[in-house]
């Protein structure tokens, strides 16, 4: 990982560039992800910052890579696994026994998240932080619909509980997302209005617990306000035992 300081008229797509990297999302979510809280940054780099740029080969151009073709790929990889971290839960490594339909499997797929896109990506706990494409603070989960099922705690610790797609609050309860961009006023902008437009979606079907579908990274909630809210860290750190997870629905 290198570490490089914001210059006045940076981009992320011209230090993508730079830096030999396939696609600027790379770089925005690698730095988001591996950053503190306070340097995270959602729009264009800010100049005085240190932007984390990652050296991993899956992310960079090869010489004989045109960027014609660089621009083609699509990327469905998992930023957090550049963490090396590879013994975090994920989706592909568990199976619920509950079994969806295949007309709705087919449909899900059709839509671009069937079960293919939740395969290496991991699941939601209580202590991720999630954001709003239009507010400013980035609050934690607070699970309300089970108090059953944690991912990688034996001990059944609160931050770890599994989020479902029933879990639509969050801590701060009140104005969790700080400020609402669509919401511009004389003195700056109003408060987050936070009010959920249904369950979040995107969730994995495969693996319910009490009857309700996990959440994992793709997983996204539309607020009637207008914002889109989706995972910023899915806050595990190490493995859980295929015991526990067969024990989500039961």
């Given at each position: 990982?290198?570490?490089?300081?914001?210059?006045?008229?940076?981009?992320?797509?011209?230090?993508?560039?730079?830096?030999?990297?396939?696609?600027?999302?790379?770089?925005?979510?690698?730095?988001?992800?591996?950053?503190?809280?306070?340097?995270?940054?959602?729009?264009?780099?800010?100049?005085?910052?240190?932007?984390?740029?990652?050296?991993?080969?899956?992310?960079?151009?090869?010489?004989?890579?045109?960027?014609?073709?660089?621009?083609?790929?699509?990327?469905?990889?998992?930023?957090?696994?550049?963490?090396?971290?590879?013994?975090?839960?994920?989706?592909?490594?568990?199976?619920?026994?509950?079994?969806?339909?295949?007309?709705?499997?087919?449909?899900?797929?059709?839509?671009?998240?069937?079960?293919?896109?939740?395969?290496?990506?991991?699941?939601?706990?209580?202590?991720?932080?999630?954001?709003?494409?239009?507010?400013?603070?980035?609050?934690?989960?607070?699970?309300?619909?089970?108090?059953?099922?944690?991912?990688?705690?034996?001990?059944?610790?609160?931050?770890?509980?599994?989020?479902?797609?029933d879990d639509l609050q969050f801590d701060p309860a009140a104005q969790p997302f700080g400020q609402c961009k669509l919401k511009p006023s004389s003195t700056g902008y109003l408060p987050c209005a936070y009010a959920?437009?249904?369950?979040?979606?995107?969730?994995?079907?495969?693996?319910?617990?009490?009857?309700?579908?996990?959440l994992t990274e793709i997983s996204e909630l539309i607020c009637s306000t207008g914002g889109k809210i989706t995972i910023l860290k899915h806050g595990q750190q190490s493995e859980i035992g295929k015991s526990q997870?067969?024990?989500?629905?039961?």
């Amino acid at each position: 990982m290198k570490n490089y300081i914001i210059q006045k008229g940076d981009t992320f797509g011209l230090l993508a560039k730079k830096f030999g990297l396939k696609d600027e999302a790379i770089l925005k979510t690698y730095h988001n992800l591996h950053c503190p809280k306070e340097d995270i940054m959602h729009e264009q780099p800010v100049p005085g910052k240190t932007v984390l740029i990652p050296e991993y080969p899956q992310f960079i151009i090869e010489e004989n890579q045109s960027q014609e073709e660089v621009e083609n790929i699509e990327e469905e990889e998992n930023i957090d696994s550049m963490a090396g971290e590879d013994n975090w839960q994920t989706a592909k490594d568990e199976q619920s026994s509950e079994k969806e339909g295949h007309d709705q499997k087919e449909d899900n797929q059709n839509n671009g998240w069937g079960s293919d896109a939740h395969d290496g990506k991991y699941f939601i706990i209580q202590k991720a932080t999630v954001q709003c494409n239009q507010g400013f603070t980035f609050p934690k989960f607070k699970v309300t619909s089970h108090e059953k099922h944690y991912w990688n705690d034996a001990e059944g610790h609160p931050d770890y509980l599994a989020v479902t797609e029933d879990d639509l609050q969050f801590d701060p309860a009140a104005q969790p997302f700080g400020q609402c961009k669509l919401k511009p006023s004389s003195t700056g902008y109003l408060p987050c209005a936070y009010a959920p437009a249904g369950k979040w979606q995107k969730t994995y079907e495969n693996v319910k617990v009490m009857g309700k579908s996990c959440l994992t990274e793709i997983s996204e909630l539309i607020c009637s306000t207008g914002g889109k809210i989706t995972i910023l860290k899915h806050g595990q750190q190490s493995e859980i035992g295929k015991s526990q997870a067969s024990n989500a629905d039961t």
